[in-house]
């Protein structure tokens, strides 16, 4: 008898494991005889009914499976991702709906591991996920799921930015979000998955935990000028550790300015202020005293403020106290290191230290940096005695690369090859896959 043909094998792909499916030929004890006169037009094989067998139907090369939110799971977070694996399917569809039949958008998540709502889900409601997998055969298998969020809780968790909308920012600047509370080792990755940035053009970046309730993300390099950043923080509803749970969504929209940076040199007493990569201006300086000397490392600037107070008359010592009104103040640390104008070190500028530990300028040069900077511009200080002390300030850029994807809750992973291969890209219409601009998940 003829043997059904055998489906050609699959090539391993990196996203796809391998499921073995093929047909088995039915074994032929022997071929029943004819009678001599019969009229039959097809001869009878041994076990039939006398129509003539068809080889049983191929199964479907694909397989689906959901484990998240598994079916009829009650008290489910609000924050919840449908996670589900699928085998053998060239294109794979996402649906999300209500008890109502209302469709919730949503797309994968970037590092590929869920599929998630475009904003959390109502607290106490029913939800049914419906999972279709789709072969190169095009036989489609699906999978549902039916679930109920919790109920709304009571302890809950704020994440705030300090940066506002449509703020724009210098080439060094870190964004900078901070929790109500602190977030345990354990939790961080959880958290950390969830705010997602979005820069285009695209840059390579990370997340790093600056402190136990503080997020800085920082690119590999300072920001090309003109970059748009957008930040998603899908918090709402989501487990943060202790039996508290995210607040709210936020998002945050901001841009980068032109390329402007700083460079102090102790030696010859003077900043140079590149831009576009190249110097534009030479300014004389001060820095910080023998007894009190600046901080040498990469700051970034952290407010600016026209005219302020600066007051010291807590100092422990005596010779250090005073209460001098400032202009043109520009904060790089916590501990009082600021760029600012300074008419009574004019004679020295240039020529020795005599400061506190700021960086002493004329008036009209701290005029014109104040009218040029941002927040965010980077100044690099060198030739001090005195290395800037990790967080004294928003320090990140003072850590190389190597040293601060260790602060990340999620290991860091290289950028892969980015020529696209589209047998590891299955299509999640109407979940579409995420832009490749998204950049900072896993490697956040």
Aim: charged letters at 20%.
């Amino acid at each position: 008898m003829p043997t059904p043909d055998l489906p050609a094998p699959m090539s391993m792909t990196r996203r796809r494991a391998l499921t073995a499916l093929g047909l088995a030929g039915a074994g032929v004890a022997g071929v029943a005889g004819l009678a001599a006169c019969t009229g039959d037009k097809s001869p009878i094989w041994n076990g039939s009914t006398g129509d003539g067998d068809k080889p049983a139907e191929t199964p479907p090369k694909a397989t689906v499976t959901i484990s998240g939110p598994a079916a009829d799971t009650k008290d489910v977070p609000a924050s919840a991702e449908i996670v589900f694996a699928a085998t053998e399917a060239v294109q794979t569809t996402v649906s999300l709906k209500d008890a109502n039949g209302a469709e919730v958008p949503g797309a994968m998540h970037p590092d590929g591991a869920g599929w998630l709502p475009e904003k959390a889900l109502a607290f106490g409601a029913t939800y049914t996920a419906t999972v279709t997998a789709t072969g190169d055969d095009g036989k489609a298998v699906t999978a549902t799921s039916t679930f109920t969020t919790m109920a709304k809780p009571t302890k809950l968790v704020g994440i705030s930015s300090f940066l506002a909308d449509n703020a724009v920012i210098g080439v060094g600047m870190v964004l900078i979000f901070k929790t109500s509370r602190d977030i345990a080792k354990a939790d961080r990755a959880a958290v950390q998955r969830r705010l997602m940035v979005e820069t285009q053009p695209l840059q390579e970046g990370i997340w790093t935990w600056y402190t136990a309730r503080e997020l800085h993300w920082r690119p590999k390099t300072f920001w090309q000028a003109g970059t748009q950043i957008n930040v998603t923080v899908r918090a709402g509803g989501l487990p943060m550790g202790g039996g508290y749970y995210g607040r709210r969504d936020s998002t945050l929209v901001c841009k980068v300015g032109p390329d402007l940076q700083l460079r102090v040199d102790d030696k010859t007493h003077k900043m140079t202020v590149h831009k576009d990569g190249k110097v534009i201006k030479t300014i004389p300086v001060s820095l910080g005293r023998p007894t009190m000397p600046s901080s040498s490392g990469t700051m970034i600037i952290i407010e600016k403020k026209r005219n302020t107070v600066f007051d010291t008359m807590d100092a422990p010592n005596p010779a250090n106290r005073y209460r001098t009104p400032v202009e043109y103040a520009q904060r790089m640390t916590w501990g009082g290191e600021f760029i600012h104008a300074a008419p009574w070190s004019v004679q020295h500028q240039g020529r020795r230290n005599v400061s506190h530990g700021c960086v002493n300028v004329s008036m009209a040069n701290a005029a014109w940096l104040f009218a040029n900077t941002l927040v965010g511009t980077p100044i690099t200080t060198k030739g001090t005695p005195r290395e800037l002390d990790y967080g004294n300030g928003w320090t990140d850029w003072d850590k190389t690369w190597e040293q601060y994807v260790k602060g990340s809750a999620i290991p860091y992973v290289p950028p892969a090859d980015p020529t696209p291969d589209p047998s590891t890209a299955p299509s999640t219409d109407p979940s579409a896959t995420p832009s490749p601009a998204v950049s900072g998940t896993p490697s956040a």
